[in-house]
């Protein structure tokens, strides 16, 4: 079972820039889709973007509405590194970040979907 760490997270000015890495171990990155979600207090995890894995035919890539024209996800399978590129970042982007993995998924935007997890990381944006 594939291992998720993120890191790259803080704080930053609202209209910044902040880019998540998360970092895969014990699997071929490339065999599995790979997916962010977001968590704030008091509010359910919710699906911020994802990537089908490599051998998807098509390969998916979606968004959130919330997100969509900001934020960007890439994967790297030689250095078994997702990321998550987010510009013009705004205050209602503060959240815990999660990085999600699941084996040969085309994605999905439902957090049951997904097997692997990251622990989160706090990403904060100010006003």
């Known amino acids: 079972q594939v291992q998720l760490t993120e890191s790259g997270g803080g704080l930053v000015q609202a209209g910044g820039s902040l880019r998540l890495s998360c970092a895969a171990s014990?699997?071929?990155?490339?065999?599995?889709?790979v997916g962010w979600f977001r968590q704030g207090p008091r509010k359910e995890r919710e699906f911020v973007a994802f990537m089908s894995w490599s051998g998807s035919d098509p390969t998916y890539t979606r968004y959130s509405d919330a997100v969509n024209g900001r934020f960007t996800v890439s994967r790297d399978n030689s250095q078994k590194t997702v990321y998550l590129q987010m510009n013009s970042l705004k205050p209602d982007d503060t959240d815990v970040y999660y990085c999600?993995?699941?084996?040969?998924?085309?994605?999905?935007?439902?957090?049951?979907?997904?097997?692997?997890w990251g622990q989160g990381i706090q990403v904060t944006v100010s006003s």
């Open positions: 014990g699997a071929t990155l490339s065999n599995y889709a």
């Open positions: 999600a993995a699941t084996f040969r998924g085309v994605g999905s935007s439902r957090e049951d979907d997904w097997s692997a």
